[in-house]
């Protein structure tokens, strides 16, 4: 996803009940999940307040906690700005996941993902869309083990994007946090991971081929895949604690 496709991401504004929260949780999202990478500047304090339809003193307070927390940096002068840490705070892990999690996180990707890029690969796509594509899948096949889950996660939001449905983007946002906990609860393979690069491939060149029904096949594949392993370690762990 480009910093211009994060930049609409975070146009969509807040709901008025809980601004602070729901400002941390997208600004999160945005940094956790890729769309702004190590580095990055976030849109300036005045700007993501318009953006998010909260005020200043909001988006003020949430960059605080993320610098607090090691998320985000603030620098001062001409080339000052908050700008997303080079790395992330690693997950604190939490509570395992459990067999019912994991059936629902399967289903909603199967209803979500797989719908997602069937549709993508409906629509006919402009150079810029298809440009894009390429650049997050050729990012995703060269990422070494640290920044694979982040360049993972911004290739799903692409694919996504691509659909044409902004509340898609959304939904698949909030899955992939859920996705990635679930993730971070296991080791990442090497094998796996060639897979996994050989899979996405596999959902890109459907889709830009415009092959509605190989994108859906390759993603449902891909999110076997990932269901089986988890599966595999979450059964593991079970035995262990038997």
Partial sequence: MSSGESVEFLTRAVRAANPYEQTMQRLLQTVRLG??????????????????????????????????????????????????????????????????????????????????????????????????????????????DQAFRRLDSRLHLVFAELSGSPGLVQAVADLRTRVNAALDAIPMLPPNLAHSREQHAAIARAILNGHPDAAAAAMAEHIAGTEALLRGFLEDAGAQAG
């Fill in 35 to 144: 769309m702004l990478g190590p580095g990055e500047r976030l849109p300036a304090e005045r700007e993501l307040a318009t953006m998010l339809g909260v005020s200043r003193a909001t988006v003020r307070e949430a960059i605080a906690t993320l610098a607090e927390a090691g998320y985000v940096v603030t620098r001062r002068g001409r080339s000052g700005g908050t700008f997303v840490a080079d790395r992330l705070p690693r997950p604190s892990g939490g509570e395992p996941f459990t067999e019912r999690e994991l059936d629902d996180l399967s289903t909603l990707r199967r209803v979500l993902e797989v719908g997602g890029v069937r549709e993508a690969a409906s629509r006919t796509l402009s150079v810029e869309e298809r440009a894009a594509l390429v650049h997050a899948l050729d990012e995703c096949a060269a990422a070494d």
